[in-house]
């Protein structure tokens, strides 16, 4: 009999209930995969892009600190005539146009001023008024006043004559929210106020807040403490018309109202908080947010848990318990999808991301490569490909000749990785910059509605579309729970072959698809051809 599967990017992978209990079109594991548009397909890599040229973490003959050798947190600084990408290290910052470096680290009489980033807090900031401000919680806050690549990095005032370090203030994170920036977690003269909220006064184009002064009656500056819960304030994104305020065991709203009180607060959720610092994003007039427990979706009223029965266990099973700050939330809007990015077991940086597409709930996995920060934006150096420059086949490249290869319009993911001053442009071609990538699913535990009978499979017919070859297993096990005995790879060339011959018997069945090579593939569905046997 013919046992066809189809519709096979609709769920995606579901590791936590038994394999037997799976519904049609999931899958048992994966790696490397990406499910949309009713199809399992291999997952683009990344690339080198940005040349390191002029890249003051990898400059020739300069003496490399060991706490600058990654850029560790990035933002795009659009401007009308350059697209930025601010980066920074543990000890500098630069900004790069795609092509050259420039170090605009703070100065004292002409020499540099290192700052001291806490590796588990990090950078954070903004872009207000077109004017980009840095904070990593250690040193005073900082602006790029005139956004040129001469123009080094200054204090962010006070108020009119003082800056925050003049008065020993700092913030755990600082960042815009409308024509306001917003303080949490704040320091004064050496005393932390955790469940504080501090705001400036409003900025207008071109420039950054003239005074955060609560007690300046003249202007709108103040500050409050959320106390209405214990967990401190850790950090915030707006939705709409409202500042989502996260803390470890609540989320909070922030609106303008104007008047006396200039913003009121109100408490969304006492059920949730945040795991850590960048782990939210928006899409759609939602925040997708990594709390200590769950992934859920919320719209600023009714809070949607993103993975029951689906991968939650598997999820904070593999978060590393030492280095779960540096996880983080990247959007990929071009594939309506959020990457979950973490630090697994025994790693100290991003090498993995859980990819959930909002559009059909798949879940999916890729590789990272221990990446301290990915962020998105428009990816503009200024190549095309050649013929020199070319080195896939004719049957293999997916590029378009004297194509583009970063579109200036099109925003794209940039990763960097730990200790590398390279930076990656994601969702790029078939390979981890250059390097093959295992890609694989597998469905095991099928009984194709018969747990006693034995099945013998003699033939696998896919449907397949991409380039090169894809190894197919099938496997079996006699009793649930036994390992699973593989039989193959059996080879599938795609546009060419149209089946795999092949002879296992068991009475559960398992199948996997597997690239380790640089490939392109997409499966939309499958036959099998099975024959019942005996119930011994």
């Not at 709930?361 to 990915?374: A, D, F, K, M, W």
Request: hydrophobic share 35%.
């Amino acid at each position: 009999m013919i046992i066809t599967h189809k519709d096979l990017g609709r769920i995606g992978i579901i590791d936590d209930i038994p394999d037997h209990e799976l519904p049609d079109g999931a899958w048992s594991a994966g790696q490397n995969v990406r499910f949309r548009d009713g199809k399992v397909e291999k997952i683009t890599g990344h690339s080198s892009v940005f040349t390191s040229t002029g890249n003051a973490f990898n400059a020739t003959g300069a003496a490399i600190d060991t706490a600058d050798t990654t850029p560790r947190w990035m933002q795009p600084v659009p401007t009308t005539t350059t697209n930025w990408w601010m980066y920074c290290g543990g000890k500098s910052v630069f900004v790069t146009d795609g092509v050259t470096h420039h170090d605009i680290t703070r100065q004292t009489l002409g020499v540099n001023v290192d700052y001291n980033m806490d590796g588990d807090i990090g950078w954070n900031g903004g872009v207000i008024g077109g004017i980009p401000v840095i904070n990593n919680a250690v040193d005073e806050p900082q602006e790029w006043a005139t956004t040129s690549a001469a123009t080094k990095l200054t204090p962010l005032t006070y108020d009119g004559t003082n800056t925050w370090g003049d008065l020993g203030h700092k913030a755990r994170v600082i960042r815009p929210f409308k024509q306001y920036l917003v303080a949490l977690d704040v320091t004064k003269a050496g005393a932390r106020y955790p469940l504080m909220v501090k705001w400036s006064h409003p900025t207008a184009a071109g420039s950054t807040p003239t005074s955060w002064d609560e007690t300046d009656a003249t202007v709108d500056a103040n500050e409050t403490e959320l106390a209405g819960s214990p967990g401190f304030c850790i950090d915030m994104l707006p939705l709409g018309e409202t500042n989502i305020i996260y803390k470890e065991d609540s989320i909070w709203g922030m609106q303008h109202i104007g008047g006396n009180s200039i913003f009121r607060f109100y408490k969304i959720s006492n059920e949730a908080g945040i795991l850590t610092r960048r782990c939210m994003k928006a899409f759609e007039r939602k925040h997708i947010v990594l709390t200590n427990g769950d992934l859920i979706v919320h719209d600023g009223q009714q809070i949607v848990p993103i993975l029951d029965n689906k991968r939650r266990r598997w999820l904070f099973r593999n978060i590393d318990s030492t280095n779960y700050q540096k996880s983080f939330i990247v959007p990929n809007y071009k594939n309506n999808e959020m990457w979950v990015c973490f630090p697994s077991t025994g790693a100290t940086y991003a090498d993995t991301a859980l990819i959930w597409n909002w559009r059909d709930g798949s879940v999916g996995i890729r590789e990272l490569p221990n990446s301290p920060h990915i962020a998105y934006g428009v990816v503009d150096p200024s190549e095309t490909e050649t013929w020199d420059s070319d080195s896939g086949t004719w049957d293999s490249d997916t590029t378009v000749w004297d194509e583009r290869l970063y579109n200036p319009t099109e925003r794209k993911l940039l990763l960097t990785e730990n200790l590398q001053s390279d930076f990656y442009v994601g969702d790029d071609t078939n390979t981890l910059n250059g390097t093959a990538m295992t890609s694989y699913v597998e469905r095991t535990g099928m009984d194709f509605g018969e747990d006693q009978r034995i099945k013998r499979i003699k033939k696998v017919y896919p449907r397949m579309t991409g380039t090169g070859t894809v190894n197919i297993y099938v496997g079996m096990q006699m009793q649930r729970g036994d390992a699973i005995s593989w039989s193959g790879p059996f080879p599938f060339v795609i546009g060419t072959d149209r089946k795999i011959d092949c002879s296992v018997t068991g009475r559960y069945m398992a199948i996997k698809f597997e690239t380790t090579t640089d490939v392109s593939w997409q499966l939309s569905s499958y036959d099998l051809d099975v024959v019942p046997m005996g119930t011994r």
